[in-house]
């Protein structure tokens, strides 16, 4: 099968799906699983200043509650960095995605 072909019909009609949704514009006509999935704003911020008062507080000589939270923040830290990583993997799929204009399934690039 070429490059340019839908694996489902065979259609040669194949297009960038990010063009295609720039050309079609966000009207009516496009369905939600087409559009760029939606950037996660999360922040580290929070999460690291847990970490810290754990730190401190097992500093200042309160070793459980300092043990208790300094994990309880680099588990939150860990789950903001899997999903930040997870959304940025999803969006660059979604760049490379292509559109078959007869069917209108969406795909992988051929790799």
């Known amino acids: 099968m070429a490059e340019s072909q839908c694996s489902l019909c065979g259609s040669t009609r194949v297009q960038s799906l990010p063009l295609f949704v720039a050309m079609v514009g966000a ?7 087409w559009l760029q999935p939606e950037e996660v704003s999360l922040s580290r911020g929070r999460p690291l200043l847990i970490v810290a008062v754990g730190v401190v507080a097992l500093i200042s000589g309160a070793i459980l509650p300092g043990i208790l939270v300094a994990v309880g923040g680099a588990v939150w830290l860990s789950r903001v960095n899997q999903t930040m990583r997870s959304n940025e993997k999803e969006r660059k ?13 969406t795909f992988p690039p051929p790799t």
């Open 27 to 33: 009207g009516p006509g496009l369905r939600k699983e």
């Open 93 to 105: 799929e979604w760049l490379g995605k292509r559109i078959c204009l007869n069917c209108e399934k």
